[in-house]
């Protein structure tokens, strides 16, 4: 079975430095915190080229911290897409606001800008785009529609580190990273990402040193002085220092790996047009492919063949956000309906910087026998 993700070869390839950087973690007998977790920090910070970057345990407590780092609560709206994994919705809410949902753009399956107007209401604070699949959403015309409405901007990175965008000239000028663009961005370090950890992390960027200290706050028990609390309902949200050594091993080979990841992509693409929809990428990002999703108005029955052809494949996403049982009062059925036909129709193929040419040949193949 060719799988769609396969950890052991990344880990096979730098176990070397793995061991050694686990082994110096262990000796040192700091496992919170300390110098692994702030070198880190800091290695993240001059590879997105942010100025502050606050580590915390996971993705979804990343998103939840900025949004109330950056003054939303209870009472607040937050828009954001339905088409999405629901940590970026369960951070909404652990923030005390209402997540309002707004439709997707059906080609890059990112949240539709022209459809932000129309949900606006007095008691909107903030949008939360999210960078699906790895491609940065159209940011330039939600920093505007953000700006001229007094909103802030929480990006949702999670799959998207090591993505650029460049709206203007991408020729001619800087590339910004993914989770730089707005006031904030929340980013996911789980194993399967394209940067991923061998456990659970995530972190927060941000240009702001407000932001950056008060997440720093709330990520420790609202604690700046050990048992001297400023802030009610912290979290005990921290990276451990066995995970950033880990980190630290892997972030200089992320743009590698997502220049493999991309040509690999390519490659799908070159090879699969006319058989099944394939990614669209949008001329102002690059996209780094934490997914390659395809699209076929006969999904299951492909999945299923790919099955049987030794190809592994998964969904993401088969229920929008709003057909979740838990989350149905946020938008009726039929009222999202970009999102709602991606749902029945997105299949993500095998993807990840280690696949063989063999391999990527063997899901071409398969995909194009289906008939």
Same mark, same amino acid.
């Given at each position: 079975?060719?799988?769609?993700?396969?950890?052991?070869?990344?880990?096979?390839?730098?176990?070397?430095?793995?061991?050694?950087?686990?082994?110096?973690?262990? #000796?040192?007998?700091?496992?919170?915190?300390? %110098?692994?977790?702030? @070198?880190? &920090?800091?290695?993240?910070?001059?590879?997105?080229?942010?100025?502050?970057?606050?580590?915390?345990?996971?993705?979804?407590?990343?998103?939840?911290?900025?949004?109330?780092?950056?003054?939303?609560?209870?009472?607040?709206?937050?828009? #954001? /897409?339905?088409?999405?994994?629901?940590? /970026?919705?369960?951070?909404?809410?652990?923030?005390?606001?209402?997540?309002?949902?707004?439709?997707?753009?059906?080609? #890059?399956?990112?949240?539709?800008?022209?459809?932000?107007?129309?949900?606006?209401?007095?008691?909107?604070? @903030?949008?939360?785009?999210?960078?699906?699949?790895?491609?940065?959403?159209?940011?330039?015309?939600?920093?505007?529609?953000?700006?001229?409405?007094?909103?802030?901007?929480?990006?949702?990175?999670?799959?998207?580190?090591?993505?650029?965008?460049?709206?203007?000239?991408?020729?001619?000028?800087?590339?910004?990273?993914?989770?730089?663009?707005?006031?904030?961005?929340?980013?996911?370090?789980?194993?399967?990402?394209?940067?991923?950890?061998?456990?659970?992390?995530?972190?927060?960027? /941000?240009?702001?040193?407000?932001?950056?200290?008060?997440?720093?706050?709330?990520?420790?028990?609202?604690?700046?002085?050990?048992?001297?609390?400023?802030?009610?309902?912290?979290?005990?949200?921290?990276?451990?220092?066995?995970?950033?050594?880990?980190?630290?091993?892997?972030?200089?080979?992320?743009?590698?790996?997502?220049?493999?990841?991309?040509?690999?992509?390519?490659?799908? #693409?070159?090879?699969?047009?006319?058989?099944?929809?394939?990614?669209?990428?949008?001329?102002?990002?690059?996209?780094?492919?934490?997914?390659? /999703?395809?699209?076929?108005? &006969?999904?299951?029955?492909?999945?299923?063949?790919?099955?049987?052809?030794?190809?592994?494949?998964?969904?993401?996403?088969?229920? %929008?956000?709003?057909?979740?049982?838990?989350?149905?009062?946020?938008?009726?059925?039929?009222?999202?309906?970009?999102?709602?036909?991606?749902?029945?129709?997105?299949?993500?193929?095998?993807?990840?910087?280690?696949?063989?040419?063999?391999?990527? &040949?063997?899901?071409?193949?398969?995909?194009?026998?289906?008939?």
């Amino acid at each position: 079975m060719i799988s769609i993700l396969d950890l052991k070869r990344e880990y096979l390839e730098l176990k070397g430095e793995i061991d050694a950087a686990i082994e110096r973690v262990l #000796t040192s007998g700091g496992f919170i915190g300390g %110098p692994e977790v702030a @070198a880190l &920090e800091d290695d993240l910070a001059a590879y997105l080229g942010v100025p502050y970057v606050v580590s915390c345990g996971s993705g979804t407590d990343a998103l939840a911290i900025a949004l109330r780092a950056m003054g939303i609560g209870p009472g607040d709206e937050v828009i #954001t /897409t339905p088409f999405t994994f629901v940590a /970026t919705i369960e951070a909404i809410q652990h923030a005390g606001a209402r997540p309002v949902l707004v439709d997707i753009d059906p080609q #890059t399956y990112n949240l539709n800008p022209d459809l932000l107007e129309p949900v606006l209401s007095p008691r909107s604070k @903030a949008i939360l785009p999210v960078h699906l699949y790895g491609q940065v959403a159209p940011m330039q015309a939600i920093l505007a529609f953000a700006q001229k409405h007094g909103l802030q901007v929480l990006e949702d990175a999670a799959q998207a580190i090591g993505a650029r965008y460049y709206p203007d000239q991408p020729a001619a000028q800087p590339h910004a990273h993914a989770g730089t663009l707005g006031h904030a961005a929340g980013f996911s370090l789980y194993p399967s990402k394209n940067l991923g950890a061998y456990g659970d992390g995530g972190f927060i960027t /941000t240009h702001s040193e407000a932001i950056a200290q008060e997440s720093r706050l709330l990520a420790n028990h609202g604690s700046r002085e050990r048992y001297h609390h400023l802030r009610a309902a912290g979290y005990t949200s921290r990276l451990d220092a066995m995970q950033a050594a880990i980190l630290r091993v892997k972030l200089p080979h992320l743009e590698a790996w997502n220049a493999r990841r991309r040509q690999i992509a390519a490659r799908y #693409t070159q090879a699969l047009k006319g058989y099944v929809q394939t990614p669209c990428e949008m001329p102002y990002a690059l996209h780094v492919y934490h997914q390659y /999703t395809i699209r076929h108005p &006969e999904r299951d029955r492909l999945a299923a063949h790919l099955r049987q052809q030794g190809i592994g494949s998964s969904i993401h996403y088969p229920v %929008p956000v709003h057909l979740q049982p838990a989350y149905r009062g946020l938008a009726p059925a039929g009222s999202l309906p970009a999102a709602e036909a991606a749902a029945r129709e997105v299949l993500s193929l095998p993807m990840h910087p280690f696949l063989e040419e063999a391999e990527v &040949e063997a899901v071409v193949r398969a995909v194009q026998s289906y008939a």
